[in-house]
């Protein structure tokens, strides 16, 4: 009888809808920022003004800014007097890893938020739109797309630009020869020395690094985009519906608030540290339609 009994409780469990059971229960990252008392954000330490070092050992940046305040409010949502923040270094090649297997909770930096990426992390609302074209030294006489045939170009190990490049390379026959680079200051380097003539980035990265040199006149960004433009995200594990509902929340007050473009101004509008770089880059259209009407690019 307690046989037949436990079997039927079993098969009445079985029947029940997926979500039942966690309906009273925290997600994995809510929960163990609950136990832990902290939050562990993941950057990079030359992606200006996104994600950088300044002149302190703890990273400072737009996305970094846009991070800690959905950090304070994940502390006021959980009830927690004090919330440590622990950054965790990335790098493009490993930061889905460190993403799925517990090492951060969530990327603060430049991830484009594509289809394909969707099927290993989920993307908060976006942040920030861009395209992809590619730096060359002004001397090199590239301008256009075609003008790479039979050049040597570098692409950073684990970006979208590496698919992009080889699609466009093969489509127009171009001939070029690939290079990749374990990080973007590495690739950029690489023009810098004549090792490529050129590195294929998001266009937003690549005036950043032409910017840091204090010579921008030696280098040319590209007339044309290889891509067209793409969101960025604060990339968080797949699946944790939980979390991301609070990232999305807070982000989603920043948004409404217009608080965001005061912080938009502050990282690229205006003097920046640690040298004082300004990139001049007003509040284009499409983003601040973004901010108006934020999508959550998980819910498909």
Not at 125 to 144: E, P, Q
Not at 185 to 203: H, I, K, L, P
Not at 221 to 249: C, K, W
Request: glycine fraction near 8%; hydrophobic fraction near 40%; proline fraction near 5%.
């Amino acid at each position: 009888m307690l046989r037949s009994t436990l079997w039927l409780l079993l098969f009445f469990f079985s029947l029940l809808p997926a979500h039942a059971a966690s309906d009273n229960t925290q997600p994995p990252t809510l929960e163990t920022i609950a136990r832990t008392g902290t939050i562990k954000l993941g950057y990079a330490d030359r992606n200006l003004p996104f994600s950088y070092l300044g002149t302190g050992t703890e990273p400072i940046g737009y996305s970094i800014e846009l991070c800690l305040r959905v950090a304070d409010s994940i502390k006021r949502r959980l009830g927690l007097p004090e919330l440590k923040v622990e950054f965790v270094k990335r790098t493009p090649s490993n930061r889905i890893t460190l993403l799925n297997d517990g090492t951060m909770d969530m990327e603060c930096v430049a991830s484009t938020n594509t289809e394909e990426r969707r099927k290993a992390v989920w993307f908060s609302y976006s942040h920030f739109i861009t395209g992809t074209r590619y730096v060359a030294l002004k001397s090199s006489g590239l301008k256009t797309v075609a003008d790479l045939a039979g050049r040597t170009v570098v692409v950073t190990t684990g970006t979208i630009n590496i698919s992009q490049l080889n699609v466009l390379n093969r489509k127009l026959g171009l001939n070029i020869a690939v290079l990749q680079n374990d990080s973007t200051e590495g690739s950029f380097d690489m023009v810098t020395e004549n090792r490529a003539s050129a590195f294929v980035m998001d266009d937003i990265l690549l005036r950043s690094f032409v910017a840091e040199t204090g010579r921008p006149d030696d280098y040319v960004i590209s007339d044309e985009y290889l891509a067209p433009p793409q969101p960025y995200g604060l990339m968080l594990r797949h699946g944790d519906t939980g979390f991301r509902d609070a990232v999305n929340e807070a982000l989603g007050q920043i948004y409404a608030s217009g608080e965001i473009e005061t912080i938009y101004d502050k990282w690229f509008n205006a003097p920046i540290a640690p040298d004082g770089i300004n990139l001049k880059r007003p509040l284009p259209g499409d983003l601040k339609e973004a901010f108006r009407r934020p999508v959550d690019t998980t819910a498909e």
